[in-house]
């Protein structure tokens, strides 16, 4: 049984369709500890109903690679093997990318390298803004950059007339969740194998 | 009836999905002539099979204006209300870009704004060798940038597992075709509305 580790700062709700899946007996996985640097993220709620070790660490005054060291030290504690950034409003340290290599999967909401990097932004309403008629998601390995990791898998989603943000949020996130949930069931069948910038798929 | 006249540089394979549904009687409408920069583009000779109107302007010596106002007296000669470009190896005058504003449609195979700009480079090659898992096309009004302008249509394309450039390059433009019909007719019905940089489709 796959043993996941969650870093989130919002709301994880994605994190809830993983949870779902998990309870429906759809993935033979466990999230054994989801971790936050926001105290009231309610990702932290989230977890707690369902009965996850939630643990806030206060990231204020630590250098990041310090901060970072702590949660390692969590996530091996608790034995994780997969690392999921929901919604984690972090960028990671290199010594924790090298660490764990391949093992953090990030869900960014574009097709991704289209609107990279909006961390701090409405990536949705830049999306409209654009006026593009196609978005999506991508599922990635995290590296260095920022959403510049492997493709683990994209989806894409139409913008119809009239899209708002929300709904195009909505939409999306479906996606993400089915890819997520579809990206965990292969990471724990050893199916995904990262070749330089692809992830291939074996059968 | 809309009138036609596409520009081209390269075989022209999209104008030929064009033709077809004109052939069918899926559009009503009439390509009046074609004009190639390249004396040997086989979308001129695509053109004279279906006894289209097949012009070569010599490019060499000539400003970029120069070149675009003598396509732009063929154009209007033949009466032409919408311009296509079709694998046209050129960047657009100012002065061709105003003239024509929101009457230039260019198709991009890439989902836009991702992989942009891409005249001289082989757009799919780039793609696959970022690990990307969905491509697709992008239909826009041409605007002073490159492959900035407005989007009027996109249409999304699944990369599986052992694509290639050719097997890519393939279901891209099938969806390319898809989506250059469907514009023309909503063109030719005066449904397509451009406000700022988003393209409103009209009930």
């Given at each position: 049984m796959l043993n996941i580790g969650v870093l989130a700062s919002t709301r994880g709700t994605d994190m809830q369709a993983v949870i779902d899946a998990i309870e429906r007996g759809e993935l033979d996985a466990k999230i054994s500890v989801v971790?936050?640097?926001?105290?009231?993220?309610?990702?932290?709620?989230?977890?707690?109903?369902?009965?996850i070790k939630a643990v806030f660490l206060e990231a204020k005054g630590k250098e990041r690679e310090e901060f970072?060291?702590?949660?390692?030290?969590i996530l091996d504690e608790n034995g994780v093997e997969l690392i999921l950034l929901i919604g984690y409003m972090r960028?990671?340290?290199k010594w924790f990318v090298d660490k764990y290599r391949n093992k953090i999967m990030?869900?960014?909401?574009?097709?991704?390298?289209?609107?990279a990097g909006g961390m701090d932004k409405n990536v949705h309403?830049?999306?409209?803004?654009y006026g593009c008629k196609v978005s999506g998601c991508t599922l990635h390995f995290v590296d260095e950059g920022a959403d510049t990791g492997p493709?683990?898998?994209?989806?894409?989603?139409?913008?119809?007339?009239?899209?708002?943000?929300?709904?195009l949020k909505e939409k999306v996130q479906k996606a993400e969740q089915e890819i997520i949930i579809k990206a965990i069931k292969l990471f724990a069948e050893n199916k995904l194998k990262v070749?330089?910038?692809?992830?291939?798929?074996?059968?």
């Open positions: 971790i936050s640097n926001k105290k009231d993220a309610y990702a932290l709620e989230r977890a707690r109903k369902h009965n970072d060291r702590e949660v390692a030290k960028y990671l340290s990030n869900i960014h909401p574009s097709l991704l390298p289209a609107f309403a830049e999306i409209l803004k493709i683990i898998a994209q989806k894409a989603v139409p913008i119809e007339e009239g899209e708002t943000v929300d709904s070749e330089g910038r692809r992830v291939k798929i074996l059968q």
